[in-house]
């Protein structure tokens, strides 16, 4: 297998009519679905430019070039004058395509029985998977290539049936404590739902709410970061975290990263402590331990408390800048 098969990937499918699922949803699958091949090495993307998933297909990878400037999208088609027998609307789709696609592959110069077999053989010789939306009805183009798939021994991610599963994340904020929102992401596969997160630039999950991938459903205070973060629920995947402060502000980490970020806003934490203290002591002419509360030694007298907590908001502040 040549290296520009092993990274293409074709896409076959029904037409609207035949298809169970509304407009966006299918959208939505599909974007899902380049986005997770993208990340396993596929860069070229083959469209027969049939109406429904075809066309649709091809608008969602002309969309994903946005982020990926790598990604390749390649027309198929079957005879010249291909559009022509489409409505209005579905012409003009189809020319705004070919306007935006990186390469044009006509097949035949005019029409003849067969052509568009022809151009399904062409999809499934030069690829190494296809993803389609076959509802397993022996009959039409999407079967006849869905079954070459499988006679060449070539992967088929079937979209019928399959629904975006939910996977779980956090994100942390630093107020005037550290409080915790858990979102969801709507993916074919933990790794595309890690993917979106980047691509959406990990922005604070209240200004997503209305976006189709991301929905916020919860938010609780933490006395602290280092509140584990829980893999249940989430399939066993171990979540990530996205830690919001000056100092981390744009960081995503996974769990395992997640340790260096905490042991960093410890460091912090210690250190503004100890200057908050010193000088809180300083300002009243007290030793460390006469700020004390008498009755809880490991917490400050309230008369105290609330120009220590200034202290340290502000040495906070200014040694996670550095």
Same mark, same amino acid.
């Given at each position: 297998m040549n290296d520009n098969k092993k990274k293409t990937l074709a896409f076959s499918g029904h037409r609207m009519n035949r298809i169970r699922i509304g407009k966006e949803e299918l959208s939505a699958l599909i974007?899902?679905?380049?986005?997770? !091949?993208y990340l396993q090495g596929y860069r070229i993307f083959l469209s027969g430019m049939a109406e429904g998933l075809d066309m649709l297909a091809a608008e969602e990878v002309l969309k994903a070039k946005e982020y990926y400037p790598d990604i390749k999208l390649h027309c198929i088609i079957p005879f010249k004058g291909q559009a022509n027998r489409m409505g209005t609307e579905d012409k003009a789709r189809y020319e705004s395509i070919l306007s935006g696609a990186d390469n044009e592959i006509c097949l035949s110069e005019k029409y003849y029985e067969g052509c568009f077999l022809r151009r399904n053989d062409y999809l499934v010789e030069n690829s190494s998977q296809v993803v389609a939306y076959y509802d397993n009805v022996p009959q039409g183009g999407t079967h006849y290539t869905v079954?070459?798939?499988?006679?060449?021994?070539?992967?088929? !991610?079937? *979209? !019928? =049936?399959r629904e975006l599963e939910y996977h779980h994340f956090y994100q942390d904020e630093l107020l005037m404590g550290w409080g915790r929102s858990l979102f969801n992401v709507r993916a074919v596969s933990y790794e595309q739902a890690v993917e979106s997160i980047r691509l959406l630039g990990f922005r604070d999950v209240y200004e *997503?709410?209305?976006h189709p991938l991301v929905a916020y459903d919860s938010f609780e205070y933490l006395l602290e970061t280092n509140t584990p973060v829980s893999p249940e629920g989430n399939k066993g995947q171990a979540t990530i975290e996205y830690l919001k402060c000056d100092s981390l502000k744009t960081a995503v980490f996974s769990n395992a990263d997640t340790r260096i970020a905490e042991e960093s806003q410890n460091t912090i934490r210690e250190l503004a402590c100890l200057l908050s203290e010193k000088k809180l002591a300083d300002e009243l002419d007290m030793l460390p331990s006469g700020l004390r509360?008498?009755?809880?030694? =490991?917490?400050?007298?309230?008369?105290?408390?609330?120009?220590?907590?200034?202290? *340290?908001?502000?040495?906070?502040? *200014?040694?996670?800048k550095l």
């Open positions: 974007q899902a679905a380049i986005i997770h !091949f079954r070459n798939a499988h006679k060449r021994g070539i992967e088929v !991610f079937n *979209l !019928f =049936g *997503l709410d209305e509360d008498k009755n809880n030694p =490991g917490k400050y007298a309230e008369a105290y408390q609330e120009k220590y907590d200034g202290y *340290l908001k502000n040495y906070m502040e *200014l040694l996670s």
